[in-house]
């Protein structure tokens, strides 16, 4: 047996590179993109040829992930919760198709926010498909899970969900390895309609999901993942999922939990264990990572006669990620003594690197938009979303990838002028694109400054779909080829810059200026290879 | 045996290779170990953090308990101070003294300094010319895990076992040149604590 010292996301590559994957899709996105990258660089990957390139969105990672189950494969696909947003229209919809080879999307949720827009919990989409979702506690789970995982997905042909937060996705620990089993032979579905989601189809799938509720409710019971460990204490029971159990029995290193316990790591509810908790114990804690879904399940409107303390009723913040200090805490009520923060210490917000193109484009910008006051720029996801604090405080949005370029065109139609619309040129592939064709197709007066770093910046520069197809992809949705412009976004060129911005200003109709210059952080990767 | 360690610095500065050198040694000694990285918007420039965890015994939680790290040890005097409320009652700040300024309002150094030095045990180490002084600049990190050194409840020799293998495949010279550093910032610690 041997053991790796793995981030749980490498625990989850490694696990499914052991459980025989034939291929893995994604988009980076804090804090999942590791798991791709490992599977990258392993060795093993290489030799049998599994797919691991990055996909153009979370959607379209979805979807060839569900291509490669079709075709009898086990597959898997990743994205951080908020790319969940981007895939679900595949990931509610496999629930219905259900699987043929075993298939998991991997999501990485962000709670507290470290480098994302929401904390939203993608148990809560797990359960709205009604598929099984798996919750690991450590690195060795994330691992072990992911051989389970596609076991249940081939055994219900069903999509799993394994769902991650930061603190596990990102911290290293011993995994110990089996044996690593063969890739399944290509094998189409029995059934050559299982796929088709006509009415008719859709309707008798659906009926097969919803009886199968039962039996996977039955896996969760037997789930070598799910524990009731008794305890004497019966004033008190708690559930503890994923990662929050860790934070519960880091506070009993030296001593025994003296209140039964439930360890929740694989759903739906594991219902006979729930009922036996709640019988034996008078009150109930609810300790979960991200959204109060166990809770508002046990209460749910009528509850207040039942005895469940969580987020919901102040026992523990309602928003941000847990600690062991918030669960002993919400355990006893005591309050750690802890030193306080001198006041010398100032805030250090992220900023764009040294000699970062973004900069000179900024800088250009922020000249030209002197004259129309702030608020006229529509900004995305990614490094350049940086340009809102200072000293730049240029931008006026950051919601979800592609959203600038659409939210200058809303904005443009009221009657805004001017407005600009700043992306990535990984987040213009991810989701700009169709944004751009709506407005070339009503030739809407805007500005769109495609910010080129050749890379996927934010994430850690892995490889952009952009890179140099941008002036034709402009060109091939229409844009006028007079008014698509690359300039390389150096201090020489402000001024010409400054100039061109406000050309295109002026000019009633669609706009592409492409600042490119390398990522500096790439830059000086591929300097230290030479 | 249980080190609950804080390191912290700011991003780009490299704390994931002190990490990298501990845990490997921390394996390496037959210890548990958890490490809890940040990765992300704040590796650009902005205020990062590891908590990593070494024990005899099975570690649970990935973060450290507040009032509960036995040392925070930090590559930026500001940075150092920013963790206090991890910080336990007998823990150790080990931090280099340079400091990092890339924000508007950075404090007067000298007053970072005054509230480090209120603290009844730290080291304030001049890590980065130490490590110019033996003509490796870049090895301010090893500096920082020799001052550290003595309170890791890890072997000396295993750290040096460490850096063989996170510098070996980049030569012998490089190997020495760390090694070197990692003895200067213990004769450092070890002379500070006199």
Known sequence: MEKLL??????IAQGAID???????GYPGTPSTEIIEYVQRSKTAQERNIHRKWSANEKTAAEAALGMSYAGKRSMCTMKHVGLNVAADCFMNSAITGANGGTIVTVADDPSMHSSQNEQDSRIYGKFAMIPIFEPSNQQECYDMTFH???ISEKYQIPIMMRLTTRLSHSRSGV???DMIAENELKLPEDKRQFVLLPAIARRRYKMLLDNQVKFETESENSPFNKFIGGSDKSKGIIACGIAYNYLMENYTDSTCPFPVLKVSQYPLPRKMVEKITSECKEILVLEEGAPMIEEMLKGYLGDCLNI???LDGTLPRDGELNPNLVLQAINGEKVEMNLIPEEVKGRPPQFCKGCGHIDAYNA??????????????????CYTLAALPPFQSINSCVDMGASITMAKGAADSGLFPVIATIGDSTFTH???TGLLDAVIEGTNIVVMILDNSTTGMTGGQDSHALDRLVSICEGLGVEKDHITRVNPI???HEALVELIRKEIAYNGVSVIIPTRECMQTLKRKLKKK | MKKDIILCGVGGQGILSIATVIGYAAVDSGLYLKQAEVHGMSQRGGDVQSHFRISDKEIFSDLIPFGGADMILSVEPMESLRYLPYLSKNGWVITNDKPFNNIVNYPETEDVYKQIKKLDNHILINADDIAKEIGSPRSMNMVMIGAASSFLGIEFDKLIEGIKFIFGRKGEEMVNLNVKALEAGKAFAEKFNK
């Open chain 1, 6 to 11: 793995l981030l749980g996301d490498e625990a």
């Open chain 1, 19 to 25: 459980a025989g994957m034939s291929g893995i899709y």
């Open chain 1, 149 to 151: 995982a596609f076991e």
């Open chain 1, 176 to 178: 110990a390895t089996k």
């Open chain 1, 309 to 311: 303390r969580g987020r």
């Open chain 1, 365 to 382: 910008i922020k000249e030209v938009m002197a004259d129309y006051g702030d608020g006229h720029v529509l900004s995305d996801i990614g």
């Open chain 1, 431 to 433: 989701s700009g694109m």
């Open chain 1, 491 to 493: 201090k020489q060129n």
